[in-house]
């Protein structure tokens, strides 16, 4: 499955957005937790896109619950990484992350606008409506409803493009 970057009318590549995350991660100081989280908080849903199981597992390291080192935490978040930017986004991995930012609004829309957007998750999961038109309207409320903390994803970076 190819994709378009944000700024750019050409396909992103599964290699593209695997070496872009990997770049990223391996400037993260390994002695900082902070960035670590940081990181995993803005491509959590990207992460989710690739293996939800595997984000789960992230998730749980960055936690840290027992209290590792900043070094052992970060190999093991980057065992973890690795395998899980090795597998590509499908329909199905992608219709649950659009699930999951669905749920950030459904209680700030109505009842017809939370049928509109379920019909249109349910359009895309039946190869009806693309991806770039879900998560551009998703884009559109996380602005709206100013959910700051969605607007800073990476997975609207690489799967939403802007129309000029």
Aim: charged share 25%.
């Amino acid at each position: 499955m190819h994709v378009l970057g944000k700024h750019s009318q050409e396909p992103l590549s599964h290699k593209n957005i695997h070496d872009y995350v990997m770049n990223n991660f391996s400037r993260l100081d390994k002695h900082n937790i902070d960035e670590l989280v940081h990181f995993h908080s803005i491509n959590k849903y990207l992460l989710m896109a690739h293996d939800r199981i595997d984000t789960h597992t992230l998730r749980d390291i960055v936690a840290n619950h027992e209290m590792l080192s900043p070094q052992i935490l970060h190999e093991n978040y980057e065992i973890t990484l690795k395998n899980t930017m090795k597998k590509e986004p499908t329909i199905k991995t992608h219709h649950y992350v659009l699930l999951k930012l669905f749920g950030h609004f459904k209680n700030d829309l109505n009842d017809e606008e939370n049928k509109i957007m379920l019909k249109k998750l349910y359009a895309f999961k039946e190869n009806k409506e693309t991806l770039n038109n879900v998560l551009l309207l998703l884009e559109d409320l996380t602005r709206k409803f100013q959910k700051t903390h969605l607007v800073r994803q990476t997975y609207f970076l690489f799967y939403a493009k802007v129309e000029n």
